[in-house]
């Protein structure tokens, strides 16, 4: 199946920090979403991203769907102990305005914040 | 309170017992579908349902099989349990395939085999 390679693994940061993740895939989406997962919790989503070159933002977050549908990112701004998770990357293959009801997930970013 | 349960939320089983994890959700929801989650590898698709008695497999359906019997429910069942699907599981729902960004997860089933 399609295959989403994201990155970073993992971050350490101190809070106040600002922190950047990407995801990449082999062949195009028409949908990318990213997700937040909290400990002992499933996932939820931060944003969606329907557009090649679409910016959106969501508070402190702010995601680009990137220009070759390709590619997307996700940047945190002024990171907070809350901030804590799994981030994850999702792209979703629509044809004709018929979606195949499939989402390709990422490997997923832990991110820990140091007070 | 709209919301997506599962049941149980750890099991400890052994190679062999047959065992259902139970997904239900209160939105009225079209579209089920179950992930498992394994470190490195993200979420991946078990099955999925657009609605009742409709259901398809997803990217790694090998081990498992799943019921649509009525637009609430989306069980999980392993048949013949082994330790590779030792894992966690997540069910989740949408309104329809139109709309599976919007996406309802559960609070996830901790699956160990030995």
């Known amino acids: 199946g399609q295959q989403l390679n994201q990155s970073p693994q993992s971050m350490f940061i101190q809070e106040g920090e600002d922190v950047s993740m990407n995801c990449t895939s082999s062949?195009?989406?028409?949908?990318w979403l990213w997700y937040k997962q909290d400990p002992g919790e499933g996932p939820v989503l931060l944003i969606a991203?329907?557009?090649?070159?679409e910016l959106t933002s969501n508070g402190r977050l702010t995601a680009q769907f990137g220009i070759t549908r390709k590619d997307s990112f996700l940047n945190i701004s002024a990171s907070i102990p809350s901030d804590v998770g799994i981030y994850f990357c999702?792209?979703?293959?629509?044809?004709?305005?018929?979606?195949?009801?499939?989402?390709?997930f990422g490997q997923g970013t832990i991110l820990t914040v140091h007070p | 309170e709209a919301q997506v349960t599962q049941n149980p939320r750890y099991l400890i089983t052994v190679t062999g017992k047959k065992l259902t994890v139970t997904c239900s959700q209160n939105?009225?929801?079209?579209?089920m579908s179950w992930y498992r989650q394994d470190p490195g590898l993200g979420l991946r698709q078990i099955y999925y349902?657009?609605?009742?008695?409709?259901?398809d497999k997803g990217d790694v359906p090998e081990g498992y099989k799943v019921s649509r019997k009525e637009k609430r429910n989306f069980p999980l069942i392993l048949e013949s349990p082994s330790p590779n699907q030792t894992s966690l599981y997540f069910c989740?729902?949408?309104?329809?395939?139109?709309?599976?960004?919007?996406?309802?997860f559960g609070p996830g089933t901790r699956l160990t085999v030995t």
């Open positions: 999702a792209g979703q293959l629509t044809a004709g305005g018929t979606s195949y009801g499939k989402l390709t």
């Open positions: 062949s195009i989406f028409n949908t």
């Open positions: 991203l329907y557009k090649a070159g």
């Open positions: 939105m009225n929801h079209e579209y």
């Open positions: 989740a729902s949408s309104l329809s395939r139109w709309n599976t960004y919007e996406q309802y």
């Open positions: 349902s657009m609605n009742v008695e409709v259901t």
